[in-house]
């Protein structure tokens, strides 16, 4: 049940066996089906949650009803809505399974808890946001700057387990193209090749 | 975060249960397992016959019902086996763990809240207690975490129940 979150943190920081017991305790188990919401649009965002095995999606949606997709995350990474977790405001997204998907949750008080007692899951946690704050840099260049075949490819290098796994129109979605755009850009890749 | 709890009643075969699951389900997914399958089964069909658009479904195992669950509802000898209570102890981590308390498991449930503690050590856990006041419906409500225990009350008010939270 584990397995995943003790590989990322492993990755970052050591933590004692006894370290990682007391974690555990810490932690929501929870399983969500396909399609099922973590967070809805206008609730507070109550949960960092991290993914055993699954897949999940955070979106927004305009006036007119189109989603717009800020972020997916697999197995081995976090999701949540930061700026409501951190200031218990109302979430401007949803959190939603794209499969049946295993997660652990920590609440804002348990994280603060786990830092307490775990000095090494504070710099872990830190780690964390210092990659994100990164990742999302790039995600804003790459919108700035990229053309649209540029951003389908790369961000097919970057992350090819969510290129493979997502339906092509969430994946337009979040590259902030329509549709019908990807597809064109696809099958001139497709040409070339 | 998602408003729709989900709720797991386990040992949904007495009365009590049958109402919270029936009553729950009109409003948020309930998950239901008894060790009879039967039972279920009668419920289910009860259920839906009564409510056919209640978002109820059976599980055949206690241990997927309580992973997938929020809110945890332990009712007949669920709550006193303690080889039931193993098999969902560490996906009840961080949930809120209600106990039902009535007269079919009171003759040998010497269970205090302080065991119960001890089998869910890192959960909340509320027992439920059928009021022996003879007044329909009421039930009085005893734990150690007041937070939980307001929630357990919201929900069983809302619901019909007249829940009263024990004096410590």
Known sequence: MFQQLFKSIQEKVMLTQEEMELCKTFFIPKKLRKKQTLLQEGDICIYNAFIEKGILRSFSMDEKGNEHIVQFAIEGWWITDLSSFLTNSNSIYTIEALEDSELLLLTTAARESLMDKIPMFERYQRLLLQNAYIANQARINSALTETAEEKYINLGIAYPGIVKRVPQHMIASYLGLKPETLSRVRKQINNRR | ?168
């Open chain 2, 1 to 168: 975060m998602s408003n729709r709890r989900t709720f797991a009643v386990l040992g949904v075969s007495e009365t009590k249960s049958i109402f919270l699951a029936k009553q729950i389900a009109k409003t948020n997914p309930v998950l239901l397992f008894d060790h009879d399958a039967v039972v279920v089964n009668e419920v289910h069909a009860q259920i839906l016959l009564e409510y056919p658009k209640a978002n109820a479904e059976m599980m055949i195992c206690p241990t997927n019902a309580s992973w997938e669950a929020d809110i945890i509802i332990l009712s007949n000898a669920t709550g006193t086996d303690d080889n039931f209570i193993k098999k969902i102890r560490k996906v009840a981590t961080g949930k809120i763990v209600v106990v039902l308390v009535n007269e079919k498991n009171t003759i040998n449930f010497e269970s205090t809240l302080d065991k119960l503690h001890h089998l869910f050590p890192f959960s909340k856990v509320v027992q439920s207690f059928e009021s022996m006041d003879e007044v329909e419906n009421s039930v009085l409500l005893k734990g150690n975490d007041e937070e939980t225990l307001k929630t357990i009350w919201t929900l069983f008010t809302s619901i019909g129940l007249k829940a009263s939270i024990a004096q410590t």
